[in-house]
Structure formats: C-alpha cells, structure tokens
C-alpha cells in the first residue's frame, strides 16, 4: 500500500474488502516504529547543543509515545518519514524524529526536531516569498534569526546562551551546489496518519529547505523552514489553510534512539 494513498485506502477500499478495524496502515517503518510505540532517547548530544547554543528544546517527560507518523515524499525524488511526539495540532509545539532511509531501508540520518515558531503569511507578496516563487526569499543562500524576534519567546538565560553578545543568528542554506544565489525550495507533500488505520490525519502540500549553522562545540543546528498548504485533515478536504513552521533539527546517531 502506498503511503500517498493511505486516507483514500482505508475510506474507500477497506470496506469492498473486508479489512477491519484491527487493519494497520502503519508496518514496515523505519526503526521498527508503529503508532503508539514507545521512543527512548539519549539526551546528551541534546543537553551538550543546548549548552553550545542552540535553539532545541528537550523532550519533555510526557514526550515518550509516537502519536503521529508521516513520509514526506520531496521531488525530484527523496523522501523521509517523521515520528510525531508532540503533533502541536492545539497548543504545544510539534516534536519530531525526522528520518531518512537510503535504498537499502537502512536509517541513514536522524534529526530530532523541536518547532521554534509558525507563522501565517498574510500577503501574497509574503506567500510568495515563502513558497520561492518570487525568486526571492525561502531559498536564498542565508537565513537570519534576530535576537529581538525570539526576545518573547525565549528567558534572558537562554538568550544569553544562544546569542552571546550578537544581535543576530546567521543560518546557510544546505542545498545548491556552488553557492547560487537562489535555489527553488524543495516541493512535495506530507500525509501524515494519527492512528494504526490511517483514518485520522492529515495531508499537506510542502515548500521546504533546510538551512544550517555550527554550534560552539563544532556540532550542527538546522533550521528546517517550510511552508504547509493543508489539502485535508481528516479526509475532509474543506478544512485549508496555509502557515510556514520554523523547526529547529539537532543529528542524533541511529544507536542513540530505540523505538519499541
């Protein structure tokens, strides 16, 4: 079954043949995870990026079940897969490990990710400059975050900790070769399922680029911009919207996470 098919599956399909509810939309995952699997993580790469920096925000002690999983298929033709901790669908910020499998389904990349900020484009000169189209804007070679942007969202400890004495953070785009000036955002879409059927979920189309700086201590931070058209949540395809989400990504090594 294809993932990209997964709400028409389970609506349309199921019935004529006879699946029912113990059906399971979400096998053969990277690490083995299912909804409902329980996700333990070592902390000190997170502790020790916190220390030199970083935006990430740790795991909070009720962050231990994955209640969401989606793939993200990105063209030309990439994909990955998130396990959702926190889905930030009402008032908590989304919490996720992002994993990349190469051919071989091996796990080849894990970031854990924690949302900064979502914010709703208003104007359609900010929709474009969001979604690339204008050539401009999400896909420049840099990103900066402003120290007095996250003044309200972050204690003077922490602000003191990210920025230093700087005003500013500087992020580099990683993707492109050579440098160019603009490269067109990454384009694609999320189907995301929050339970074992695939019946409740959501899908979304996807412009997206990550962006990365060095931490203190050597180490990387993404930030991971992407701006969501919600296409269904549900199956209902009358509930639209459209917001960009500001994520912040720490790697973490394959061995230092176990799904169960």
Known sequence: MAWKDVFSYVRGIAGKQ????????????????RIGSLV????????RAQASGSLIAMPADGDTR?????????????????????????DAKEKFLQVFSADDGA???????????RVIPESADDQDAYTG???YGLGDPSYTLWREQLADMLDAATLATVFGDADRLEYTR????????????????????????GVRGLRQQLYFMPYVRTLADGSREYLLISTEIIESVDGDSGRRGIHVDFVIGIPLEPERVVVQ
């Not at 050579?178 to 694609?188: E, H, I, K, L, R």
């Not at 999320?190 to 059927?197: C, N």
Request: proline share 6%; net charge negative.
């Open 66 to 90: 994955v209640l969401a999983i989606s793939q993200i298929r990105l063209e030309p033709d990439a994909g990955l897969f998130r396990l959702y901790l926190a889905t930030g669908d009402v």
């Open 133 to 135: 189209v204008a050539g």
């Open 18 to 33: 006879g699946v029912t509810n113990d059906a399971r939309a979400d096998d053969k995952l990277p690490l083995g995870a």
């Open 107 to 117: 796990v080849a990349e894990i970031l854990y990710c924690t949302q900064l900020a």
């Open 174 to 197: 990683d993707a492109g070769h050579g440098n160019p000036d603009f490269v067109a955002p990454f384009t694609g879409r999320e189907t995301r399922i929050d339970d074992a059927g």
């Open 40 to 47: 333990q993580l070592q902390r000190s790469p997170l502790i």
